[in-house]
């Protein structure tokens, strides 16, 4: 086996977490035929040690701040970093380098900011430079660089198992014991469930099961799956994960196998799961996945666990969840987890300020940590309002969290087990300005998984740019979490109430659905041209929230949300659930959205929702729901005189007649579709009627008449040069026996 040698040049005082960051990067790459041999540079080695490292290296890595220059050389004065860097440089090695960006409250060195713009500046092939925000965004960006490094220079298989989870915080302290309990659990293969003892946001449920999942991601080599049970449909989420590993292969209405009968709207969408449901626990059997199930909040989520337990019946599975009492969850091992302990809450505040800013201030954490009842969530507001307030004093903070403490229990707002938890958002909020304490209020009407900085922007009416400047300050103060996707964002349960009890500008929901229509109908068209792929991978990331602005158009009964409704299946979502056999979708939304065409006196759009709508039932073989459609949209065309309409639905509704075994009425629509045809000018149009009327009759054993509609169809065909249809009529043709024992 090979050995890939890595050296890894930078700082070791102020780069811990980004450290641990580049070791769960090349943790998570599955490398065939190789293993990788890891030295980090030691400014307490001998300097010709360290340079000796590089030389022996296959990769160097630099991972540099632009606070700290490092140990120098007395002699030349150049830091040991920047002399590894040249000598990497002078080797040839491949160097891949990354830079932390500076936040509000870094001091630069002048010595290493030079350092830094000089090798961002290299223009060398075997050199690359990257920056990064956090630790999550170096993971992602090292793990990249390091695949197409390794297969382009060393000619080596390189893969990155599917890792869904979020990134892990870098708040997370203590919880050792459940931690040891969740991890014997899942190594003998039993679904644990991580419980918050006494039904209350904010208990550190969700951090934990995302630690987990960073800690064991090498236990798990065919990867990490995750599931927001409260923003993500049960069909969707399912559908995604088969897709992650090969199944529902092909595009199109060979997705899932199962029979379609006529059933009720409610009964179709649940068959519809459970096919989906069988057919990922296929394409997951034999695999070593994780799966995590998050945010349970009641009992009424049970019927969203039911059918993604099934699918993972033969994975390892983890759920966090508000309430224990879920029918699904069977031969479970169950964590409550309870508020922190003061040792914890400590560790947390050293974390995230500093254990030398917080020194002899051990007993004012713990009072700190006792008005926001010890609850993770709490704390970590609290802790990061006082790493970005640098002139503010612990005991500062105390007195803020106390007189709001004080407030809420004297108005008796709440449940007492939340006052707390409010205390800290209440207090935090006062130090936003009031734009940004509006922007975040707006933000609590998304109720997709996440969304992005342009779709913020459209909500907030600000410019992508404030938007995007705006959703990392809110971060910073930890009101928003920014997602393992790059660009992505998302509100905790907590936070998300938190900021809709804020909102006063009730528009802002409706600039929420009309953006999630409005991408919809814009990709939805995309998705039949050549952009089909690109297309359907924002329809695809987006489908939580386009589902999100379903539902309040669903909610109201105004003309802005029959608009919604109309224009949300019209043109939009129709061939996005074609592609993926979402047929309860297409029906369903297909008749809310002609009930708003009938509001909004819209019957061109009404004909076309009626005409499509006819058309799922005639591919599933209803054939009763199908002829209904197609002679309510011949209804409304007539009305309207749109010839061209009229002749296409009528030769639908002859194929659909004729497939039923209704000859006649088949005969007689065929021939009406015919005629208005032959009045439009509609050659091609012409040609399919004819070949349709041919099978009509080939099917009903009258070959003759067959062979004549066959045969003037193919001159129509040949005369246009349409050559496919003109070969299948031909391969017809040659299949007709020449008798005809009439």
Known sequence: MQSLKIFVSGSTDNLRLEREALARAWRSLRIDAARIDIKFSDERLPRAENLELVYECDIYIGLYSRTHYGWTDPETGVSLTEQEFDQGRRLEKPELSFVKQLHGTDRPNPQQLAFVERLLNVDDKNTRALEFADPAQLEDQAAEALMALVAERFALRVARPIFQAPSALETFVGREPQLDKLLGALALGRTVLIHGVGDVGGMGKSELAVYAAHHLRDRFPDGVLWANVQTARPADTLTAWARAYGGFPALGRGDLRFEYRALSTEQRRLEEIAARADETRRVLRGKRVLAILDGVISDDDDAKLAPLLQALSENAV??????????????????DLERMNEVEAWSLFARVVGAERLENERARIAEIARLVDLLPLGLDLAATLLRERQSMKPRSLFELLRSEREQL???????????????ALNTTRMFLSEDDSKFFAALGVFAGDDFDAEAAASVTETTPHVAERTLKQLTRFS???????????RLHSVLRSYARDQLTDWDAELRMAKYYGGLAKEYGRKLQGPETHSAHAILTTELSNIFAAQRYARERNDRPAWELRRDLIYGAMTYYFN??????????????????????EDE?????IAGS???????????????????????????????????????????????????????????????????????HGLGQGRANLGVLYANHGERNKARAYWTQALELFDSLGAQNEGDVVRKWLKNLPRENRE
């Not at 009101?479 to 964002?489: C, E, I, M, T």
Request: glycine share 8%.
């Open 479 to 489: 009101f928003v979490q920014s997602r393992a996707r790059p660009g992505r964002y």
């Open 318 to 335: 983890i759920v966090t969840s508000r309430t224990r009492r879920l029918r699904s969850l069977k031969a479970t091992t169950l964590i």
């Open 604 to 608: 061109r759009s009404a004909v076309a």
């Open 579 to 600: 592609l993926h056999a979402m047929w309860s979708d297409w029906i369903s939304w297909s008749h809310a959205g002609i009930a708003a065409c009938q509001k909004l």
């Open 409 to 423: 229990e004297s108005t008796r707002w709440g449940y007492p087990n939340m006052r707390g938890m409010r205390a």
């Open 613 to 683: 709508l006819g058309m799922v039932y005639q591919q599933k073989g209803d054939w009763d729901q199908a002829i209904e459609f197609y002679q309510h949209a011949l209804a409304l065309l007539e009305k309207l005189m749109n010839l061209q309409g009229m002749a296409t639905v009528y030769m639908n509704l002859g194929v659909v007649e004729m497939q039923k075994g209704e000859w006649a009425k088949a005969i007689t629509s065929l021939s009406r579709s015919l005629q208005f045809y032959e009045r439009i000018g509609d050659r």
